[in-house]
T-cell receptor, first 110, second 117 residues
């Protein structure tokens, strides 16, 4: 079945790295995504990774994928207060349907 | 990145009335758009897939007669909540698939918050 799990909350100090984790169940996932949602707003695509890749880096963001364990993580380097938001991972079974995780609320304090 | 807009951003209506929400892709043509709803502190749940020029595909448990979807052009999809009730109060978010990137990228609108009194 389709199920995507995330830890609910993460709190980090400004300047530290944040690591947000995600586990999924469907091994046929083709792409995995990370989205950011600020309060009262829609979702902003941060990055995505193809299922045959292990890692993808984009500026402060590093995505790690362990396909064997069906584990995805997002590392934010030098976390800033503006990074405070809810982060959703999502898996794509085909090019259309996205299954979203439960969301992780990241709180960055000075 | 590409932009998807929604209108209105906020709507308050009386129980029993119908509400129409618009979703537009502003700088690309989207043959496929998606409608999600999000309850407070919860994740997004896909309601339906809107296909230009054809009927929408609804997810299990979503009433097609309650949530009418029209995708009449390549840049516009509308969701009409018919005979709205307080339990329909939610945050509705649309997304549009950008065909220019192999269909991999879906951009999301800013959302519409519906409150039914």
């Amino acid at each position: 079945g389709e199920d995507v799990e995330q830890s609910l909350f993460l709190s980090v100090r400004e300047g530290d790295s944040s690591v947000i984790n995600c586990t999924y169940t469907d091994s046929s996932s083709t792409y995995l995504y990370w989205y950011k949602q600020e309060p009262g707003a829609g979702l902003q695509l941060l990055t995505y990774i193809f299922s045959n890749m292990d890692m993808k880096q984009d500026q402060r963001l590093t995505v790690l994928l362990n396909k064997k364990d069906k584990h995805l993580s997002l590392r934010i380097a030098d976390t800033q207060t503006g990074d405070s938001a809810i982060y959703f991972c999502a898996e794509s079974i085909d090019t259309d349907k996205l299954i979203f995780g439960t969301g992780t609320r990241l709180q960055v304090f000075p | 990145g590409a932009v998807v807009s929604q209108h209105p951003s906020w709507v308050i209506c009386k129980s029993g009335t119908s509400v129409k929400i618009e979703c537009r892709s502003l700088d690309f043509q989207a043959t496929t758009m998606f409608w999600y709803r999000q309850f407070p502190k919860q994740s997004l749940m896909l309601m339906a897939t809107s296909n230009e020029g054809s009927k929408a595909t609804y997810e299990q448990g979503v009433e097609k007669d309650k949530f009418l979807i029209n995708h009449a052009s390549l840049t516009l999809s509308t969701l009409t909540v018919t005979s709205a009730h307080p339990e329909d109060s939610s945050f509705y978010i649309c997304s549009a698939r950008d065909p220019g990137q192999g269909g991999l990228i879906k951009y999301f609108g800013p959302g519409t918050r519906l409150l039914v009194l």
